[in-house]
C-alpha cells in the first residue's frame, strides 16, 4: 500500500453541493465516458441520508473524491443510479473513487479509504464492497479486497451493466 505522506494542508471532508463541479472534473481526467456519471446523479447522491462521501482537499481544492454509502452485503448500485436506503446496512459500499491523475501515487486513494472505513467500523458496519471497473481488480487487492460471488440474480444483472471486466469485491472492516 504507499505511504499516506501527504503534503500539509490536506483536509478530508464529506462531499457537499458546492464540490459538484470539481468532482465532475477529476470523473472527467480518470475515467473513460461510459463511466462518466453526471450532476444530477450525484447531486442525488449526495441528498441521500445513507451517504457517507469524501473528498480530499489541498490549498482549497479538490483533489480527490470517495463517493460511499451505507448498504448490504451483495448489493450492487445500479450504474448512473442513485444510492438506495437500507433498513438494517451492514456494509460500506465504495461507488466511485477518484484521483486527479497527476497526483496518483502520493497515498491520497489510502487516506480516503482509512477514514471512510473507521468511520463505517464506528456505524457498526462489518465490511466494505465495491465493483471493481477498467483493470482496477489488482488495486483493490492491495487494499485488502477480495472477489466476492453474488448470488442474486438480479444484482449479477446489475454488475453485467459495468461491462465484462467488472468484478464485486469486499473486505471485512475489522
Known amino acids: 500500500m504507499p505511504s499516506a505522506s501527504l503534503p500539509s494542508g490536506v483536509l478530508i471532508r464529506p462531499l457537499a453541493l458546492p464540490d459538484l463541479q470539481a468532482l465532475l472534473d477529476i470523473q472527467r481526467a480518470c475515467y473513460g465516458d461510459g463511466y462518466v456519471e453526471s450532476a444530477e446523479v450525484f447531486a442525488q447522491r449526495i441528498a441521500c441520508p445513507a451517504q457517507c462521501s469524501l473528498v480530499l482537499e489541498a490549498q482549497g481544492r479538490v483533489m480527490a473524491y470517495l463517493a460511499a454509502y451505507d448498504s448490504v452485503l451483495g ?3 445500479r450504474l448512473h443510479g442513485d444510492f438506495e436506503l437500507e433498513p438494517r446496512p451492514d456494509t460500506l459500499y465504495l461507488h466511485d473513487l477518484a484521483v486527479l ?8 486513494a489510502a487516506r480516503l479509504l482509512r477514514t471512510l ?7 457498526g458496519l462489518q465490511r466494505a464492497a465495491l465493483v471493481s471497473v477498467q483493470g482496477s481488480q489488482g488495486f483493490w487487492q492491495r487494499h485488502g479486497y477480495a472477489a466476492y460471488t453474488l448470488q442474486d440474480t438480479a444484482q449479477r444483472e446489475r454488475l453485467a451493466a459495468y461491462g465484462r471486466d467488472a468484478v464485486y469485491m ?5
Open 117 to 123: 472505513w473507521q468511520g463505517a467500523h464506528r456505524r
Open 170 to 174: 469486499m473486505r471485512r472492516l475489522d
Open 75 to 77: 448489493k450492487v448500485t
Open 101 to 108: 491523475p497527476e497526483l496518483g501515487g502520493q497515498g491520497m
